[in-house]
């Protein structure tokens, strides 16, 4: 089904995809696992048919479908082509919705289609438009698209990415039956216990080569694997310079939010949030896939416009009172999925972490000497200093979130949003960049909010949560996952 033999492919100029051998027999399905940069999501990008310019030989022979970071992104950059916003009465073009999405024009059998949305279980995404869901609820309807085509082999890269606890399980167990089933998996991601339990190979790559394989459980079983795996590195002694602020008195809350709701197309998402963030606290922010967590934050960082006509202070002053969207973005630092799919702008990192302090995408102004240094230093903290000339587009996903975080944080700022910023990092970046939040919290006046689905996303810094939590017409909607009124949020100090 799958023959691998003396692969080439040139990753940076100083590191090359090579694998030898890599055979796989039909029917078999596989985990290739290995940290940021070790080429894992070139070799699917060189299965895919989507990078053809490398040496040697690969051969793919069953029929097969994709789910990636670059697949969401091109599905919404179709819709930000074809968006005729400008034209229409009502001044919004929604684009297509997630079934529009997920027949992508194909002929189809309604069986079919309804088979796959109740494997899924994502009956309450198809009429909404696919551009404002959540990084979860996005990759839920791109899986559906990809069974409604009928593959033999699935290709999947991170497909985990943004998807709640409850959603994670629910997707092993649908790989699960998959595999059961014959179809052949091929997941690219990093090692975590929600991996289907089903699939039995396992490749380990490391700087673009292959450098543990065999049986899954005897891979892991062996020293070279904890070695690999070990956490190696170390908090700054201190942290660079950063902004100063406007005196905020002591008892003036950050944000607060009196009685706000949020709807779409007159469906509620919140309701009746009522909602102080005060100074010194850390915040978490909880709740499924679609709740409306990273609604909130783009409401509250100037992103959003249905913070119009809301009962929302900021800093004290009342939303909507003459202030410009740049003096809202001044006090925030941001790391989210949606920026991460906006910055399409032809960069280097050192430019990507500058324009932090402008609140850009892309670098427009011409920095101070100091400026530059702060970000080198961040660089350097996060281990990306040898990339500075690098442009941006240049680097795995994962590479690219660590350079926004950098971006986030350069300015240290009040209020620094981290709205999934872990996802696309392998577990020794991870485990460093939420040390260096903790950090930032203790060692600044910086605060934070952060929202994550994955349980080995833990601060020790936080102090309050807020979770959103469904409100159901009856028990029999709430077993079956709808949530035809919204979501109502409560709040506890840790």
């Not at 607060?256 to 102080?276: G, H, M, R, Y």
Request: charged share 20%; hydrophobic share 40%; proline share 3%.
């Amino acid at each position: 089904m799958l023959s691998i033999e003396q692969l080439h492919f040139q990753l940076s100029n100083q590191s090359e995809l090579f694998i030898d051998k890599l055979l796989l027999n039909k029917g078999e399905s596989l985990l290739v696992l290995g940290d940021n940069a070790s080429g894992k999501s070139v070799l699917a990008q060189i299965l895919a048919g989507e990078i053809k310019d490398y040496q040697g030989n690969v051969l793919l022979t069953e029929e097969f479908t994709t789910l990636s970071f670059e697949l969401e992104a091109a599905t919404l950059e179709q819709d930000r082509l074809n968006d005729r916003s400008d034209f229409m009465e009502e001044g919004v073009d929604n684009g297509r919705t997630a079934v529009e999405i997920i027949i992508d024009d194909n002929d189809f059998l309604k069986q079919d289609l309804d088979e796959i949305v109740s494997l899924l279980a994502i009956e309450k995404l198809l009429d909404k438009p696919f551009k404002i869901l959540s990084t979860g609820e996005t990759r839920k309807v791109l899986m559906a698209r990809a069974l409604m085509l009928k593959p033999q082999v699935m290709l999947l890269d991170e497909p985990y990415a943004g998807l709640d606890i409850g959603s994670q399980a629910h997707l092993s167990d649908v790989l699960n039956s998959l595999v059961a089933q014959g179809i052949s998996i091929i997941l690219f991601d990093f090692y975590h216990q929600s991996l289907p339990s089903n699939i039995e190979n396992l490749v380990y790559m490391q700087a673009g080569k292959i450098v543990l394989s065999g049986d899954r459980k005897q891979v892991i079983a062996t020293e070279q694997w904890q070695q690999l795996n070990e956490n190696h590195f170390s908090l700054p002694h201190h942290l660079p310079d950063c902004l100063q602020y406007d005196h905020l008195e002591k008892n003036t809350a950050l944000v607060a939010l009196n009685d706000v709701s949020v709807s779409f197309n007159q469906k509620p998402i919140f309701e009746s949030l009522n909602w102080q963030f005060q100074q010194g606290q850390h915040w978490r922010i909880i709740g499924p896939n679609g709740c409306g967590k990273s609604t909130l934050l783009s409401m509250i960082s100037g992103d959003s416009p249905k913070a119009y006509g809301k009962d929302i202070h900021l800093f004290g002053v009342k939303r909507g009172s003459g202030e410009s969207i740049w003096d809202i973005k001044r006090h925030y630092g941001l790391v989210s999925a949606q920026l991460h799919r906006d910055y399409r702008v032809s960069t280097t990192l050192i430019q990507v972490v500058l324009s932090g302090f402008y609140d850009s995408i892309g670098l427009y102004d011409s920095p101070s000497r100091h400026q530059v240094i702060i970000a080198r230093q961040w660089l350097v903290l996060l281990g990306l200093e040898q990339h500075e000339n690098t442009y941006f587009n240049q680097l795995s996903y994962g590479e690219q979130r660590l350079v926004l975080i950098a971006r986030a944080v350069v300015k240290l700022p009040k209020i620094l949003i981290l709205d999934e910023p872990c996802q696309g990092l392998d577990n020794h970046n991870r485990d460093k960049v939420l040390a260096l939040m903790d950090y930032i919290a203790a060692n600044s006046k910086t605060h934070l909010l952060f929202v994550s689905h994955d349980s080995r996303d833990q601060l020790n810094c936080i102090t309050h949560e807020l979770e959103f939590v469904a409100q159901c017409s009856d028990e029999k909607a709430a077993s079956n996952g709808e949530t035809p009124l919204g979501y109502l949020a409560k709040t506890t100090e840790k």
